[in-house]
T-cell receptor, first 116, second 112 residues
Framework: SAVISQKPSRDICQRGTSLTIQCQVDSQVTMMFWYRQQPGQSLTLIATANQGSEATYESGFVIDKFPISRPNLTFSTLTVSNMSPEDSSIYLC?????????????FGPGTRLTVL | EDQVTQSPEALRLQEGESSSLNCSYTVSGLRGLFWYRQDPGKGPEFLFTLYSAGEEKEKERLKATLTKKESFLHITAPKPEDSATYLCAVRFGSSNTGKLIFGQGTTLQVKP
C-alpha cells in the first residue's frame, strides 16, 4: 500500500479562520479523495481531487468552503474556510495507488480539527 | 436510495468468543465491497475487498464473505487487540469515479 502523510495531525482554530491540510503520498496515485468524519460518525466523501483541474465535489460540499488543490500525482491540499464549530471533524485523505492492480482506497492518518 | 447499514452498532465479546459483524447494502451495480479497521484517533486500515457473491477472504482471525445483499466479517477466537471500529464501504454504479459509501461502523470491544 502507499505511505500517506497528512499535516497537521491536529489543530485547534478560531471561528472565522481557515486551515489548509496537506496530503503527501510516497508514490504516484491514480485518484485522491478527501473525506470528513464528524465526531462519532462514519466517513463522508467531500470531493475527488483531480490532478491539474478543479475538484469534483459531492452534494452538500462547495468549492468556496472546501477549496482543493492537486498540483501533481503525489500531493493535495484541502482548505477549510471561514470555519465554524460545526467544522470540527477528522479530515482524511485517501488514495488509489497506480499500477497496483487494485482499486482499493488507502487512508492517511487524518487531521483532527477543533474549531472554537 | 443507495445505502449501507452495519449491525450491530456495538459488540462486546469475551476473548475467544467468536462472532460476526454484518454489512447490508442496497445499491445498484455493486463494484466492490471493502472492509476497514479503524482504531481511535487513526485513519481506516484496509482489510479486505470483495467483488462478487460467494467470494471469501481471510486474514488471521478475520474472514469476510459476500452475498448479493450483504457481507459478513467473521471474527474467530478474538483477542483484546482486535478491539476497534470495523467499517464497511461499497463502490457501485457504472461510472469509474471510485466513490465509496461507508456504513456507520461496528465498534468491537474484546475483553480479556
Amino acid at each position: 500500500s502507499a505511505v500517506i502523510s497528512q499535516k497537521p495531525s491536529r489543530d485547534i482554530c478560531q471561528r472565522g479562520t481557515s486551515l489548509t491540510i496537506q496530503c503527501q503520498v510516497d508514490s504516484q496515485v491514480t485518484m485522491m479523495f478527501w473525506y470528513r468524519q464528524q465526531p462519532g460518525q462514519s466517513l463522508t466523501l467531500i470531493a475527488t481531487a483531480n490532478q491539474g483541474s478543479e475538484a469534483t465535489y459531492e452534494s452538500g460540499f462547495v468549492i468556496d468552503k472546501f477549496p482543493i488543490s492537486r498540483p501533481n500525482l503525489t500531493f493535495s491540499t484541502l482548505t477549510v474556510s471561514n470555519m465554524s464549530p460545526e467544522d470540527s471533524s477528522i479530515y482524511l485523505c485517501s488514495v488509489v495507488p497506480t499500477n497496483r492492480g487494485t482499486d482499493t482506497q488507502y487512508f492517511g492518518p487524518g487531521t483532527r480539527l477543533t474549531v472554537l | 436510495e443507495d445505502q449501507v447499514t452495519q449491525s450491530p452498532e456495538a459488540l462486546r465479546l469475551q476473548e475467544g468468543e467468536s462472532s460476526s459483524l454484518n454489512c447490508s447494502y442496497t445499491v445498484s451495480g455493486l463494484r466492490g465491497l471493502f472492509w476497514y479497521r479503524q482504531d481511535p484517533g487513526k485513519g481506516p486500515e484496509f482489510l479486505f475487498t470483495l467483488y462478487s457473491a460467494g467470494e471469501e477472504k481471510e486474514k488471521e482471525r478475520l474472514k469476510a464473505t459476500l452475498t448479493k445483499k450483504e457481507s459478513f466479517l467473521h471474527i474467530t477466537a478474538p483477542k483484546p487487540e482486535d478491539s476497534a471500529t470495523y467499517l464497511c464501504a461499497v463502490r457501485f454504479g457504472s461510472s469509474n469515479t471510485g466513490k465509496l459509501i461507508f456504513g456507520q461502523g461496528t465498534t468491537l470491544q474484546v475483553k480479556p
